[in-house]
C-alpha cells in the first residue's frame, strides 16, 4: 500500500470525484491510502506541494500556470483530470431561455466565491463575443447565500459553483440560466505536485491515477441520491435532496471525464482566459506544465 498526503484546494462538489473515492475507499483498492486535508488558503495548496507540506495537491491547474508565471524553472505539474469543464453557473432572478453572457452588460453581477477562475473565464467569453466585461457592475466575491438573498434587490445575476444553482431553484429564489460547462473541454481540476514525486514515487503516482479513473467511472454512473449519501459527510450544512440534484445537474452537464489525461485543447482553453484575465502573462508550454501517466 502507498501512503499520499494531499491538500484539498477548498470544499465543493466540483470535487466529488475525490470525495466519493474516498467514501467507497477506491483509491485505497487502487493500492493508495490518500489522506486528504483541507488547504487553508488557494496559495497554500501550491505552496505546500512545493515545501513538501503535502506530497500533492488538487485543485485548479490554474495555480500551476501562474507559479510557472512567477517562476520559469518551477518543476510544478499537472496529472490527473478530474473536472474537464467549467463548473459554474450564471443565475438570474428571472427565467430567459435565450440568456448568453452578453446579457450581462450594465447589470449587476455577484461572484459568489473566493476562486478567480470562473470571473476570468466568463470575461474571456465576453471579449470573444467582442463586448468589454468592465461594462458589468461587479462584486467580487460574494459570500453565496449572501448572494442568493440578494438576488433582484442587490443583484441582477449570481455566478456560483453548484449546489447554489439548484438551491436558487428549489427555493423558489432565482433560475440556472447559463452554465459554463457549454464552452467546452477546459482544464478545471486535477492533481498538482513536483514533477520529482512522480518519478520519485512512481508507483503511488500510477495508484492515484488508477483510483481517480475508478472515482470517475463511479461519479458518472451514480444514482445522485445514493451519491449525496456517501458525500453528506463533506457538506453537513446541506441536505441530501439538494445534493442529488445538483450532482445530478453535473452529471448531464459530463462536467467529470472518464479519461484523467489532461487534453492540450482544455488546458490551452484555460491558460488563454488567465492571459487575457491579466492573471497571468506569460504563455508557458503544454508539455512544461503536464504530464499526463
Known amino acids: 500500500m502507498e501512503y499520499v498526503t494531499a491538500y484539498e484546494n477548498l470544499r465543493g462538489l466540483v470535487y466529488s470525484p475525490f470525495y466519493i473515492g474516498l467514501a467507497e475507499g477506491l483509491f485505497k483498492e487502487a493500492g493508495v491510502e490518500l489522506t486528504a486535508k483541507l488547504s487553508p488558503a488557494g496559495e497554500e495548496t501550491v505552496a505546500g506541494a512545493i515545501a513538501g507540506r503535502v506530497e500533492v495537491s488538487w485543485g485548479g491547474p490554474m495555480r500551476v500556470m501562474r507559479e510557472h508565471d512567477k517562476d520559469p524553472s518551477s518543476q510544478l505539474?499537472?496529472?490527473g483530470l478530474a473536472v474537464q469543464k467549467d463548473p459554474f453557473l450564471i443565475i438570474g432572478a428571472k427565467a430567459n431561455t435565450e440568456f448568453t453572457p452578453a446579457?450581462?452588460?450594465t447589470k449587476r453581477l455577484a461572484v459568489a466565491t473566493t476562486a478567480p477562475t470562473p470571473w476570468l473565464l466568463l470575461q474571456e467569453d465576453l471579449r470573444r463575443l467582442g463586448f468589454?466585461?468592465?461594462?458589468?457592475?461587479?462584486?467580487d466575491p460574494?459570500?453565496?447565500q449572501e448572494a442568493l438573498e440578494g438576488l433582484n434587490s442587490r443583484f441582477d445575476?449570481?455566478?456560483a459553483f453548484e449546489p447554489w444553482g439548484s438551491k436558487?431553484?428549489?427555493e423558489k429564489r432565482g433560475f440556472v440560466l447559463y452554465a459554463g460547462a457549454r464552452r467546452g473541454p477546459l482544464a478545471f481540476t486535477s492533481f498538482y505536485g513536483p514533477r520529482n514525486f512522480l518519478t520519485n514515487r512512481r508507483t503511488a503516482a500510477l495508484a492515484l491515477m488508477d483510483g481517480l479513473k475508478k472515482s470517475l467511472s463511479r461519479i458518472n454512473s451514480i444514482n445522485p441520491a445514493e451519491a449525496a449519501t456517501k458525500i453528506k459527510p463533506w457538506?453537513?450544512?446541506f441536505d441530501e435532496a439538494l445534493l442529488a440534484t445538483a450532482i445530478g445537474r453535473y452529471q448531464r452537464l459530463n462536467l467529470w471525464p472518464l479519461d484523467t489525461d489532461i487534453t492540450a485543447d482544455g488546458f490551452v482553453?484555460?491558460?488563454s482566459s488567465l492571459i487575457s484575465g491579466g492573471f497571468i502573462e506569460t504563455d508557458t508550454a503544454y508539455e512544461n506544465m503536464v504530464a499526463n501517466l
Open 77 to 79: 505539474v499537472c496529472f
Open 103 to 105: 446579457n450581462l452588460l
Open 132 to 139: 468589454d466585461p468592465s461594462a458589468i457592475e461587479l462584486t
Open 142 to 144: 460574494v459570500d453565496p
Open 157 to 159: 445575476y449570481v455566478l
Open 168 to 170: 436558487a431553484e428549489l
Open 235 to 237: 457538506f453537513e450544512n
Open 269 to 271: 482553453r484555460l491558460k
